[in-house]
């Protein structure tokens, strides 16, 4: 929807890449102040530690050497080379030590009478070899440059992944994957509602983990991966357990993120280390959830520090993929789950990796009823809950929400001490998810309040009016803490798939008609429509770009690439001239233009049933859809 032209249609999108960026300039810093403080660290150690410590000996000459000799001033020697070192009587003769080390820069050699001399003198001599250069640069320099480059790769890893520590330390290139036994993944299908055919293609899967050589027999090769793909919420994590509880393998689970890391290769290395495990513990099932941290495109992403590190990655799973043997005696499948199929890099999904693609879609009706089924044996239910009539309330919402949404109704019944959770409650629970508290210390004006029952009860009366118009079953000008100053609830009959030109048309006429009541009865419009605009114009511009329903524009796709299950965000394609923009735009304006203009004739037509709804509402805050049937009922007889 953005409307500016954008050579690289890939953004830093989500919070993870933003948290991955801070945690790189996080860890730069880190290693250059490091550095610094690294650096003065070496040189006070060379200077004030290692220095005192090793050479404290006296440089004395050659001849200075030799008188004090006679004089009896040596105690002992050590001939080198080079040079002759060893003690000498302190020259001050009442300091402790007695004797302090000297180092004579000499040629041994070319002094015959240095021996006789020295056993003239009794002096104890020796033969020395020269100190090794290597061993000395190794204890001033290596040793302490490895201490420091220990300690700052211990920071380092502390300062990035904000955790870890000393254990992360050792375990680096470990994979994360925690190892579950069959017997403790405690989930089945039985657990999963409406994704039976998700199931069946699931079962094939796991006739081959349990008969493996029934299907090698005849020489076809077991597939390796599984990708399942669905908007978030619909059960693919779970799904993927239940997989592993009914194929009674071992499963190890991990999340893409977790191979996510600063440092090139560490990924690398983890994803190594699974599948060796995987292998060890074949049959088994290795699962990567949100795969699509990991397996992001390689071509065309924005070049960010830990690219490089994801790139090996994501190569070395391939590998790992292309690598391992699915033997008919220890077979390994990696499943995998993302709600992002179009950022997965097409070497991932090509055929012999994840070849089998298995989508979890928003469950239908049945499988509503499924899953709230499933997540009501724990939670006491009035004999009279009506389960159809549940999952009808429920369009469009994911297992993940109804879960949540039966919950909630259980607090709520618990809240107004019932010994059972009725539908009532549920009703109240879906309101809550979706509108927000109840909030009645919110106090209106009684002109807001009025407007309110107006804007409500247009949308109400059009959506009744309008041939495809949804039933509306709930009516309410009781505020929400999300904003929403009242809401009409339309329940569909039934789960749509396709739409036609008319029934989107109806849609865009409903939305508009809280904004129509307010005109028509104030000659007056409210700030309170924006959001009804919004969804209006969006509508009407994917009706335009999308699904190609303008006469003047044509069956063309003008709209850039949907990002298929998240919220249906359209990237601006790029290439559609500025024209065809300003035809677009007149168009998306037309359309919901002549929509409003409807809404108002169809609201002007009723005005009577307008004003009756509107006074209702105003007494009881909230009406159920039959008071919609009932004033346009009234008022046509009247009329
Ligand atoms: P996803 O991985 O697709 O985002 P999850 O598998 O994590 O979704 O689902 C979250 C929770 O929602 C599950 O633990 C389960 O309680 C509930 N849930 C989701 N889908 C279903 C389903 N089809 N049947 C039963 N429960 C479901
Ligand atoms: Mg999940
Ligand atoms: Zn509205």
Redesign the pocket.
């Not at 978030?232 to 799904?239: A, E, F, V, W, Y």
């Given at each position: 929807m953005l409307d500016n032209k954008r050579p690289n249609p890939k953004k830093p999108d989500s919070d993870d890449e933003k948290k991955r960026q801070e945690q790189a300039r996080r860890q730069m810093r880190f290693s250059i102040s490091y550095l610094i403080v690294g650096m003065l660290v070496l040189w006070l150690f060379q200077e004030f530690i290692l220095t005192p410590l090793v050479v404290q000996a006296t440089e004395i000459s050659y001849s200075e050497f030799k008188q004090k000799l006679t004089e009896g001033q040596i105690v002992k020697v050590t001939i080198r080379d080079t040079s002759i070192v060893g003690e000498m009587k302190n020259p001050d003769p009442k300091a402790t030590p007695a004797s302090v080390p000297f180092d004579t820069v000499a040629n041994p050699q070319s002094d015959p009478k240095l021996i006789e001399q020295l056993q003239a003198a009794n002096v104890a001599f020796s033969f020395g070899r020269p100190p090794s250069p290597i061993g000395s640069f190794l204890f001033a320099y290596i040793l302490p440059l490895v201490l420091l480059g220990g300690f700052w790769y211990l920071m380092y890893r502390r300062s990035g992944a904000g955790g870890g520590g000393i254990g992360a330390i050792f375990g680096v290139g470990k994979s994360k994957a925690t190892e579950v036994k069959a017997e403790d993944v405690g989930v089945t299908y039985k657990?999963?509602?409406?994704?039976d055919e998700a199931i069946a293609e699931l079962q094939e899967i796991i006739q081959f983990l349990k008969t493996p050589e029934q299907f090698a027999k005849l020489g076809g090769r077991i597939p390796k991966g599984v990708l399942l793909v669905?908007p978030?919420?619909?059960?693919?994590?779970?799904?993927a357990k239940a997989t592993a509880g009914e194929a009674g393998t071992s499963f190890f689970e991990t999340s893409g993120s977790e191979f996510v890391e600063m440092f090139v290769g560490v990924g690398a290395a983890r994803v190594r280390d699974l599948f060796e495990q995987a292998r060890k513990a074949a049959p088994a099932i290795v699962f990567i959830?949100e795969i699509d941290a990991i397996g992001q495109s390689r071509a065309g992403a924005v070049r960010f520090g830990g690219n490089d590190e994801r790139e090996q990655t994501l190569n070395q799973l391939l590998a790992e993929i292309d690598g391992f043997q699915t033997t008919a005696t220890a077979p390994v499948i990696i499943m995998a789950?993302t709600?992002r199929p179009e950022v997965l890099d097409p070497a991932l999904l090509r055929a012999g990796r994840f070849d089998r693609q298995i989508t979890?879609g928003n469950?239908d009706l049945a499988?509503r009823l499924?899953?709230l089924k499933?997540?009501s044996q724990s939670i006491k239910l009035a004999p009279d809950f009506d389960w159809e009539r549940a999952a009808r309330m429920t369009p469009g919402f994911?297992?993940?929400d109804i879960?949540n949404i039966m919950n909630e109704s259980a607090l709520l019944a618990a809240r107004r001490n019932a010994d059972a959770v009725a539908l009532a409650d549920f009703e109240a629970a879906i309101e809550r998810v979706v509108a927000g508290l109840e909030k009645r210390s919110r106090v209106m004006n009684e002109a807001e309040r009025k407007t309110v029952a107006y804007h409500e009860s247009g949308h109400a009366l059009v959506a009744a009016l309008v041939p495809h118009g949804d039933p509306v079953s709930k009516i309410s000008i009781v505020p929400r803490t999300r904003g929403a100053l009242g809401y009409t609830m339309q329940m569909p009959t039934e789960d749509r798939y396709l739409l036609t030109q008319d029934e989107l048309q109806d849609r865009i006429a409903v939305m508009l008609g809280g904004r129509a009541a307010e005109k028509i009865v104030c000659n007056q419009i409210s700030t309170g429509a924006s959001d009804d605009i919004l969804r209006a114009t969006e509508l009407a511009r994917r009706m335009v770009t999308e699904f190609g329903m303008s006469e003047k524009l044509g069956s063309v796709r003008y709209a850039g690439q949907q990002l298929q299950y998240l919220g249906g965000a359209v990237e601006d394609s790029g290439n559609v001239s500025q024209d065809t923009r300003q035809v677009i735009d007149g168009e998306v304006q037309r359309f919901v233009t002549e929509q409003y203009e409807r809404a108002q004739g169809l609201l002007r037509a009723h005005r009577d049933a307008l004003e009756k709804l509107t006074q209702q509402l105003l007494q009881q805050e909230t009406v159920d859809g039959g008071a919609v049937k009932r004033a346009l009922e009234e008022t046509l007889s009247h009329s």
């Open positions: 657990d999963v509602g409406g994704a669905g978030p919420g619909t059960g693919k994590t779970l799904l959830d789950a709600n979890v469950p499988g499924q899953i499933i997540h994911s297992g993940a879960a």
